[in-house]
């Protein structure tokens, strides 16, 4: 994976840690469950979005145009 597609990759875990964090958090102080579950959801969806992101980034230099076909087909799946 190249330089310029490492850095936007490796914040996007930083955020993610924290995201993570924040849910522990959440629980040991025995919130609402309304509350965690939020974040979990937040946490499904940042995974989600950084998947996308490094496969998109893979399919990119893919020169077949039907296997890319399905690359982007999965890409739009969520």
Do not use: W
């Not at 959440?26 to 965690?36: A, F, T």
């Not at 998947?51 to 890319?68: A, G, H, M, Y």
């Amino acid at each position: 994976m190249a330089k310029i597609t490492q850095k936007p990759a490796i914040s996007h875990l930083h955020r993610l840690i924290g995201q993570l964090q924040s849910i522990e958090h959440l629980i040991e102080q025995e919130n609402k469950i309304c509350k965690v579950l939020q974040q979990i959801e937040a946490v499904r969806g940042s995974l989600k979005s950084l998947e996308k992101r490094l496969i998109e980034s893979k399919t990119k230099k893919i020169k077949d145009s039907e296997v890319k076909d399905c690359f982007d087909y999965l890409c739009k799946i969520d």
